[in-house]
Each structure stands twice: as structure tokens, then as C-alpha cells.
């Protein structure tokens, strides 16, 4: 089992095994509360590659290899042309779903609790 260390590098080589072996090729996912590690697999029984992470803001690349292999298994036709594309789609719906977080503010109203109404004296 090889781990790699690099994020492109190993979404690049899953990307590879899928194409290479379709109806073999598996995902794995595994995380460790203890260790606070999550560890993500590909193998076709054949090559077995793994990254492993401790940090938080890689959970967004897990999404995005996750929404390739579930876009792409249940494909008829997998090829380069094909996982490009899908992952191009999916980079692009990540920045679209980014940009609308970026514009949506929370701005508070004034509604009955912000404003105190006045008690009339005897």
C-alpha cells in the first residue's frame, strides 16, 4: 500500500485506476476520532493507494473525489475525456456554491424584539 502525500497526485492516480480497472476499482473512506486522522483508499485489488489527513479543510477534497467516483461508476462510457469533464463540472459547482456563500450576508432586522415599547405611567 502506498500513501501519497500529495492531494493532486493522488486524486490524479485515482482518477487512473478507475479508468484503468472500472468494475474493479473501490473507495474507501475512514475516519479515526481517536486519531483525529481520516484516511481515504482506492483499490482495484491490484494497486492500492491511500492519502491520509489530519486536517479539516481536506474534507472539501474528499467531496470532490467522492462526487467524481459517484458520478463516474455508474457511467457507461469511463475514459480520460469523460472524468475531465465530470471533474470540471464539479470544480465548477464548487466555486458557484462558494461565491453564492461569499455573497449571502446575514444582516439582522429590526423586529418586536429589537424595539422596546414604551410603558405608559399611572
Not at 491511500?50 to 467516483?69: A, C, G, H, I, P
Not at 458557484?96 to 450576508?105: E, G, P, S, V
Request: aromatic fraction near 6%; proline fraction near 2%.
Amino acid at each position: 500500500m502506498v500513501y501519497i502525500n500529495n492531494w493532486d497526485d493522488f486524486m490524479q492516480a485515482a482518477q487512473e485506476l478507475l479508468i484503468k480497472s472500472p468494475d474493479k476499482t473501490r473507495y474507501l473512506i475512514k475516519y479515526r476520532h481517536v486519531d483525529a486522522q481520516l484516511v481515504l483508499k482506492v483499490t482495484d485489488d491490484v494497486v492500492c493507494i491511500k492519502y491520509k489527513t489530519d486536517q479539516s479543510l481536506d474534507v472539501k477534497k474528499m467531496e470532490r473525489l467522492n462526487n467524481l467516483f459517484l458520478r463516474l461508476m455508474p457511467s457507461q462510457k469511463i475514459d480520460a475525456e469523460a472524468s475531465s469533464s465530470i471533474l470540471a463540472d464539479i470544480e465548477s459547482e464548487a466555486a458557484q456554491q462558494q461565491a453564492q456563500a461569499q455573497t449571502q450576508h446575514h444582516v439582522p432586522t429590526e423586529g418586536a424584539e429589537g424595539k422596546k415599547k414604551k410603558k405608559k405611567g399611572k
